[in-house]
């Protein structure tokens, strides 16, 4: 009798949980629902940034004061490009290399390398390549039969490419003696490689160096780097006059077959 009792006391325990469970899963339902997140290309111009920390935002200037051109805009673009001023200096007959000035920025004393800033939006990771083209050898526009600086040549040295992303660096470049008429490479990114933001930065802080100027009677410092350059030959007659060239800087996407 005291067996039978135990037998039917588990027996109505057992019961009693199964009615319990199933009155919970009664209650209980599930309904499968979806999250979505979609990117397109971006067309929107990427600002400078600080060359030597792309975290921050920078507003570069053109080392006579003047604003610098906008950027290209789509979504493969150059945001900036460093112009570049070898200051003013004495006629020589021997051979010289000058330096071009730092780069400045509005309304602050920060100066920095020279340098250009790329940015690839299209999420393809295709690659492109940047190249240089001077269109002409350095000229005067003053009237002169001295009016080519014949046999000037540029160079960009300790090539460095910058981002604050994550992704696979392009490489860099060094340039020495740009020949004008001819495209000449600056950077390549191979199919994988250089997404978002770049900068191709020539030289550091390390290689920035003062150097008194004088407008007038007025003693200025500017800061110039070692690392863009500008060699003269001694040979080469000068007048005294400014030379000036144009710089086109040219960024492309990789073939497809490349």
Same mark, same amino acid.
């Given at each position: 009798?005291?067996? =039978?009792?135990?037998?039917?006391?588990?027996?109505?325990?057992?019961?009693?949980?199964?009615?319990?469970?199933?009155?919970?899963?009664?209650?209980? *339902?599930?309904?499968?629902?979806?999250?979505?997140?979609?990117?397109?290309?971006?067309?929107?111009?990427?600002?400078?940034?600080?060359?030597?920390?792309?975290?921050?935002?920078?507003?570069?200037?053109?080392?006579?004061?003047?604003?610098?051109?906008?950027?290209?805009?789509?979504?493969?673009?150059?945001?900036?490009?460093?112009?570049?001023?070898?200051?003013?200096?004495?006629?020589?007959?021997?051979?010289?290399?000058y330096f071009a000035?730092?780069?400045?920025?509005?309304?602050?004393?920060?100066?920095?390398?020279?340098?250009?800033?790329?940015?690839?939006? *299209?999420?393809?990771? =295709?690659?492109?390549?940047?190249? %240089?083209?001077?269109?002409?050898q350095f000229k005067? *526009?003053?009237?002169? =039969? $001295?009016?080519?600086?014949?046999?000037?040549? !540029?160079s960009f040295l300790?090539?460095?490419?910058?981002?604050?992303?994550?992704?696979?660096?392009?490489?860099? $470049?060094?340039?020495?003696?740009?020949?004008?008429?001819?495209?000449?490479?600056?950077?390549?990114?191979?199919?994988?490689?250089? @997404?978002?933001?770049?900068?191709?930065?020539?030289?550091?802080?390390?290689?920035?160096?003062?150097?008194? !100027?004088?407008?007038?009677?007025?003693?200025?410092?500017?800061?110039?780097?070692?690392? %863009?350059?500008? $060699?003269?030959?001694?040979?080469?007659?000068?007048?005294? @006059?400014?030379? *000036?060239?144009?710089?086109?800087?040219?960024?492309?996407? !990789?073939?497809?077959?490349?």
């Open positions: 009798m005291y067996i =039978k009792m135990i037998i039917f006391s588990l027996w109505l325990f057992l019961s009693l949980q199964f009615v319990l469970i199933g009155a919970a899963d009664d209650k209980t *339902r599930a309904y499968r629902g979806n999250a979505e997140l979609t990117y397109t290309p971006s067309d929107t111009v990427s600002p400078p940034v600080n060359p030597e920390n792309p975290d921050v935002p920078a507003e570069p200037i053109n080392p006579d004061d003047t604003e610098p051109n906008k950027g290209t805009g789509g979504n493969l673009s150059i945001d900036f490009a460093s112009s570049f001023d070898f200051g003013m200096n004495e006629i020589s007959n021997k051979n010289q290399v000035q730092a780069q400045r920025y509005y309304n602050s004393s920060l100066v920095t390398p020279n340098f250009i800033q790329i940015t690839d939006n *299209r999420g393809t990771l =295709k690659g492109w390549t940047l190249k %240089v083209y001077e269109e002409k005067t *526009r003053k009237s002169s =039969k $001295y009016e080519e600086l014949k046999g000037a040549s !540029l300790k090539s460095t490419a910058v981002t604050n992303g994550d992704s696979k660096h392009p490489k860099p $470049y060094e340039v020495i003696n740009l020949t004008p008429g001819v495209e000449t490479m600056i950077a390549q990114a191979e199919r994988g490689e250089g @997404a978002g933001t770049w900068i191709i930065r020539w030289g550091g802080k390390e290689d920035l160096f003062k150097k008194e !100027l004088f407008a007038g009677k007025e003693k200025l410092e500017k800061y110039f780097t070692t690392s %863009v350059s500008l $060699y003269v030959p001694g040979i080469t007659p000068k007048a005294p @006059a400014d030379y *000036r060239t144009k710089l086109t800087w040219i960024l492309s996407e !990789l073939p497809d077959n490349q």
